[in-house]
């Protein structure tokens, strides 16, 4: 099935995104999180949130849930790993399906982290960022894993099953209930070092021998999303009507720069899907 508009991310840019497009009648898939924006949820009070003043974050993200179950959209639950231009359509890889799209829009809120050295020259060569794709690459292998919230302990446990030695990096405060092969070590990840392919993660404290290294973020850098995509310092490039270099490839929200404003994302959100609407008629 070929989807008229996918959407990654579900804050105020991609739900707005996903209402339009809803309203204008195209047949949407919206990928993101059933807990909606952690940002949002953060937020104390939104007080320049025109017609919710004086809103708590959670109190918004529930009046953003009501508002897009009236119009019957729902949320495909999943993490995107990949953004393929093939085209004249996009094929979507995430975490447990591919999905295939017409247009794309991405609003993922992103802040850029900045990745370990030579992390993106190892991409597909030892280093990866998701643990179902890849993880039986990793069978009886040693491997080190990154992450940077505990919401990844799942993944890591399903790693320890396969991996024959795992060190784990948490780059976070509590860490849960973790399989007994897991090593933690409480160290700073710096550099990634191999020939062909991944042979040594280096941290501010050792050097470890691996087969591969599992950077598990919580966000995925739109440029490592989408190869090919024009990004300038920590924002994507769009024009005014939102769209990116890539044909057919519109982005919204924190994503696209300052301010980062919720009602700005969702604004922006609007226009994006009247684009992607107005590049499906053309
Ligand atoms: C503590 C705090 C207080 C704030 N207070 C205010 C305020 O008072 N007023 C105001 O206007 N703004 C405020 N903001 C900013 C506001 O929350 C953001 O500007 C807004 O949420 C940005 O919306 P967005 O849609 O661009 O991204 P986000 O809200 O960040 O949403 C991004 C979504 O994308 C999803 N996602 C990310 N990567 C992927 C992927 N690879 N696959 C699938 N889904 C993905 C995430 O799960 C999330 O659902 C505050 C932010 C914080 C953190």
New binding site residues.
Partial sequence: MEYDIAI????????EAAITAKIRNKNILL???D??????D????????LGLSHIS?SDLNKSFLDHIKSLGIEITN????NIYDMGDSFTIQ?EKNMYNAKTVIL????SFGKPYENEEQFLGRGVSYCATCDGNLYKNKKIAVIATSSKEEKEVNFLAELASDIIYIPLYKDIGKLDSKIIIKREAPVKIIGNIKVSKLVTNQAEYDVDGIFILR???SPKT?VPGLATEEDRVIVDRNMATNIKGLFA????VGK????????G??NIAALSAVEYLAE
């Fill in positions: 990654v991310g579900t804050g105020p840019g991609g739900l990928l993101g999180s807990n909606l924006s952690e940002k949002i953060k937020g104390h009070v939104f007080e320049n949130y974050g999943e993490k995107v790993m995430a609003a993922t809120g992103v919580d966000a995925i999303l919204c929200g924190d994503i301010p980062y404003q919720a009602i700005k994302a969702a922006e959100g």
